[in-house]
């Protein structure tokens, strides 16, 4: 940290996003004046309960031990999420996207190379699910946490309460300083030099401030609505734009250590399990669905009653041209939005806010790293979103219209049409993402279990027979390590103790 005076930050909106930047700022700058308003009128979106594994090295950034959050927040492990039923390739109705663990440099070969030679044609097994360690933690489930004498971390992000987590992280920014005011910003006053000057709030002082975070959530108060930030919409290839949400009870027979994402009718619906509750949530398009019969197709799928609340959303999708505009940075649904089928809305607000704190310290406390901010920003979301749009592309189900128009999408990226020329054709995929430079939002091993895992290999009566070779399979790694980690649930509830 530099020893420059640090700025003062108003951050508009108290949501996860609002909170985790609250957090991260009064970290950096300890002596900075920041302030969080957020309506008491307005609501919070209240979904957002998965995350990827970076939000662990969020709380361990903040000095936040497990035991202390975790517990506070109905929070549970989570190893990778399942996709279920987007696939009708035989052998393929299921496969896991597991976090990647170290221990996984000693299998990812192997999988790559069957996977390699099964689309090239051989009659090879390349079911991603037998080669990495958080596919079998998931369906043995067990917690992510190695014995100590293990020499390898496991990767795991978390499920929890997004309720909880947004109380929680207020009350840590409060303790470190940051003021909460509780009230609804009615106007953002915009100088002639396109910064904004202050926000104004009915009957009292208005808020002025060197840094303005706009985390108003969708209506983005200050980004898109004051400045006129353009809007990059994804909704040309990514046609999901509502969503139903619905809880459930636990599941008694014990608590998953993964997110679900069953594909429906018109679209998926994920599954997150909390120590307290399941969360669920059909997300379609109403292009080809329309929200009642999309809440009674979710009904049907969890078996719930007409007794259970269901709650309805719309989604913006896509992101805004510049996140960090004159004296404003957008940040969470007011910075954009890619439908949570990875969830990693909150992985972009931890990388947004500790990217402009960075740039903005290493130019001096001066905006003059903004523009290689902004193309770094901008290339994450498009480098997610390519992820995304391969899964409607690659799905291997007729059933519906809905599926037929996915795998149909035209408005591919130049990066997304050259992964699929290299797979489609044999070549090595990690030189593929190598040259591209997109390891950084999804790795090879993330592009293998994503063709793999819809079987996206030549009909298996067109595969030569091949000599078998069985190896790189993880059950057999962890037995001769003698790996031993812990139930899901006994691990929650020592954490709870
Ligand atoms: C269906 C769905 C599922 C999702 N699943 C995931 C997931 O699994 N994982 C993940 O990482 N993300 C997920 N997300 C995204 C995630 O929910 C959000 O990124 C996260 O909750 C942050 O939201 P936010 O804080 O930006 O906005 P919000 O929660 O909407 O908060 C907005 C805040 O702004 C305040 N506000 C607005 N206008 C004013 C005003 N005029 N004056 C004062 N205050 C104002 C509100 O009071 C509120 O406090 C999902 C989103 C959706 C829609």
């Known amino acids: 940290m530099s020893d420059r005076p640090s700025p003062t930050i108003a951050i508009l909106g108290g949501g996860t996003a609002g909170w985790m930047t609250a957090c991260l700022m009064a970290r950096a700058w300890p002596t900075a004046r920041i302030t969080v308003v ?200 990514l046609f999901n734009d509502r969503a139903v949400v619905m809880p459930t009870p636990s599941d008694p027979t014990g608590t998953d250590v993964h997110t679900t994402a069953t594909a429906l009718s018109a679209g998926w619906a994920w599954r997150i399990p909390l120590t307290s509750r399941i969360g669920n949530g059909y997300v379609f398009s109403s292009r080809y669905i329309d929200p009642t019969t999309a809440e009674a197709e979710l009904r049907a799928h969890l078996g719930a009653g007409d007794d259970v609340a269901a709650r309805h959303l719309t989604m913006k999708v896509g992101r805004v041209e510049t996140s960090w505009t004159a004296n404003c940075l957008a940040v969470g649904l007011a910075q954009g939005f890619i439908e949570p089928l990875e969830a990693t809305a909150l992985h972009i607000v931890q990388a947004t806010v500790e990217g402009f704190i960075a740039a903005w310290e290493s130019a001096g406390f001066t905006p003059g790293r903004r523009d290689e901010f902004n193309r770094i920003i901008a290339r994450r979301y498009d480098g997610i979103r390519d992820y995304i749009v391969g899964h409607y592309r690659l799905n291997r189900r007729a059933d519906t219209l809905y599926w037929r128009d996915a795998v149909a999408i035209d408005e591919l990226s130049d990066s997304l049409k050259s992964l699929f020329t290299a797979w489609f054709t044999g070549r090595d995929m990690a030189s593929e993402i190598a040259a591209q430079d997109i390891a950084r939002y999804y790795a090879p091993l993330s592009w293998g279990c994503l063709f793999g895992g819809y079987g996206t290999y030549p009909d298996p009566g067109r595969l030569r027979a091949v000599e078998r070779r069985d190896g790189g399979h993880i059950a057999r790694f962890l037995a001769a390590c003698g790996a031993n980690f812990p139930d899901h649930d006994a691990a929650l509830a020592r954490l709870a103790a």
């Open 38 to 237: 957020e309506s008491p009128d307005i609501g919070i979106v209240g979904v957002g309960e998965g995350s990827t594994p970076q939000l662990r090295q969020f709380f361990r950034d903040l000095g936040i031990a497990e035991h202390d959050w975790m517990p506070a927040c109905n929070a549970t492990y989570k190893a990778g999420i399942r996709f279920v039923g987007w696939s009708r390739e035989p052998g393929f109705d299921s496969y896991i996207h597991p976090f990647a663990s170290d221990i996984d440099l000693h299998t990812e070969p192997q999988f790559h190379a069957a996977a390699h030679a099964r689309r090239t044609g051989h009659d090879v097994p390349a079911h991603p699910d037998a080669f990495f360690l958080n596919s079998w933690l998931i369906d043995h489930r067990r917690a992510p946490l190695a014995a100590e004498t293990f020499p390898f971390d496991a990767a795991y992000g978390y499920h929890f309460d997004a309720h909880l987590v947004g109380v929680y992280l207020r009350d840590h920014a409060i303790g470190r300083g940051v003021v909460h005011l509780s009230r609804t910003v009615s106007d953002v006053v915009v100088g002639e030099d396109g910064n904004v000057r202050h926000l104004v709030i009915e009957g009292d002082e208005p808020i002025a401030a060197d840094v303005f975070v706009d985390c108003s959530g969708f209506r983005s108060v200050i980004a898109q609505a004051a400045l006129g930030v353009p809007f990059a919409s994804f909704a040309g290839n």
